[in-house]
């Protein structure tokens, strides 16, 4: 009675066979397509990035997300194809899918480590900007690159120490599945709450600031727009009007970035924000609960938005940073003389 209620409450929301479709379409097409994306758009920034130089805390930052969303993405492609191999090719091929399985789980976890610093990464970015508005003459000297790198550093290293010990004591059992008369691989033993509670914590407190750091940062880039219009309306025919106008557009260039990064960011997660709100409020709303489907489906956005996340910035660091487009074209042999 119990099983038919669960099974009934599902159907409701979404029908298994809708889900099958959609996993297919998530799974099978969109999530490997953008995995396979997102890595070679990363490789692509990371190899710019270390040609325009490490010596300034904005382009080690940019680096370091790279570097990040890079894995972030590699490990997702990888879990994609896990989850293709023991899906869809494997099934019934003795111990291999069983294999793919433990990949495909292993993957799973190993990719909360680069999400974490993608995200740390982020806050940090988002944060030195602001101060830059702030207190422009100081920042330069309270926060030096070493100093956004040890931050940076710092928060990665307590967020490999939570993983490491969330995960520590896990353990692959195989669990016999009457419905495909075959087994599963599962991980058990994890320490699943506390790693939940330390995720939610963290991931809300950075989604946050940056929430609020684009606010800022989009004041102070509009009233510098009406201020450069206006201060140099009277002052078109100077030469310091020239350079007031250069100087405030290579701020609004480097602010926009900064803007357009986070706000890729907030979109991109805001799924995750959402799935974490409603799994606390809403009954049921889990992987064995009454709107189990439900539950998975937003699991597959969750993870596509992630993976759009550290595929796009390419293009926002192409149109918006001009030493990365001049280096871009330079290495690609796209610089015209």
């Not at 106008?245 to 959402?274: H, N, Q, W």
Request: glycine share 6%; charged share 10%; proline share 1%.
């Amino acid at each position: 009675m119990d099983n038919t209620t669960q099974h009934s409450g599902s159907e409701g929301l979404i029908s298994d066979i809708t889900l099958d479709s959609l996993g297919i379409l998530f799974k099978l097409v969109l999530n490997p397509a953008i995995g396979a994306l997102g890595l070679c758009t990363n490789l692509i920034n990371i190899v710019v990035f270390y040609k325009m130089g490490l010596s300034d805390g904005v382009t080690q930052n940019f680096f370091i997300l790279s570097i990040s969303d890079g894995c972030l993405a590699g490990v997702s492609l990888v879990n994609s194809v896990a989850y293709i191999l023991y899906a869809k090719v494997y099934v019934g091929a003795g111990g291999a899918e069983h294999q793919a399985q433990v990949v495909y789980w292993v993957t799973l976890l190993i990719g909360t480590f680069p999400q974490s610093v993608s995200m740390i990464t982020t806050v940090v970015i988002a944060v030195v900007r602001c101060c830059c508005v702030a207190m422009p003459l100081h920042v330069k000297f309270l926060l030096t690159s070493r100093r956004q790198l040890a931050v940076i550093l710092t928060f990665s290293s307590c967020s490999a120490g939570v993983v490491i010990y969330a995960f520590a004591l896990s353990r692959v059992v195989l669990i016999d599945n009457p419905q495909t008369n075959g087994s599963l691989a599962m991980l058990v033993n994890l320490r699943w709450y506390e790693y939940t509670v330390f995720s939610n914590v963290t991931y809300y407190i950075g989604f946050a600031i940056v929430i609020i750091c684009v606010i800022i940062l989009t004041i102070n880039l509009n009233r510098t727009s009406s201020f450069r219009e206006k201060s140099t309306g009277g002052l078109s025919a100077s030469s310091s009007a020239d350079e007031q106008s250069k100087d405030g557009s290579k701020e609004a260039r480097a602010v926009k970035t900064v803007v357009f990064v986070s706000v890729v960011f907030i979109v991109c997660y805001l799924p995750s924000m959402t799935f974490t709100l409603v799994g606390t409020l809403v009954e049921g709303f889990s992987a064995d609960g009454v709107y189990r489907n439900a539950n998975l489906f937003n699991i597959m956005v969750m993870e596509m938005f992630v993976v759009i996340n550290v595929t796009v910035n390419v293009f926002i660091y192409y149109f918006f940073n001009t030493r990365y487009r001049v280096a871009f074209n330079t290495i690609f042999g796209k610089e015209k003389k």
